[in-house]
């Protein structure tokens, strides 16, 4: 299975956006048209049949999708943000001036 880490200050964003929010909150890494595999922050998201939950971050379920799920099986990563100031995602934590990407460890 999976290893996922967070690192602190995706950590602290995580848990900012979640004080701002009432709804369940949930991270997708899929093979999205425009931003690749970037992992996304949604609130009250539904989740594709056949996901895989690879970890949790400050308690928010991480899905893969199931066609990355044999590849994922040893993967070692950290989720972390970068700083964005322009950023035109879906992903909420780009409110904050951030986005999350992972960081294979």
Known sequence: MAELRVSERAAEVLRAVRAERVGRLTISIDSGCCEGTAPHLYE??????GAVEIGRAEGISVYIAPHFAEAWKNVRATL???DE???D???LE???GVRLLLRED
């Not at 009250?44 to 049949?49: A, N, R």
């Open 85 to 87: 100031r322009a950023s």
């Open 94 to 96: 780009a409110a904050h």
């Open 80 to 82: 972390d943000v970068i």
């Open 44 to 49: 009250d998201y539904v989740v594709p049949y």
């Open 89 to 91: 995602t879906m992903s």
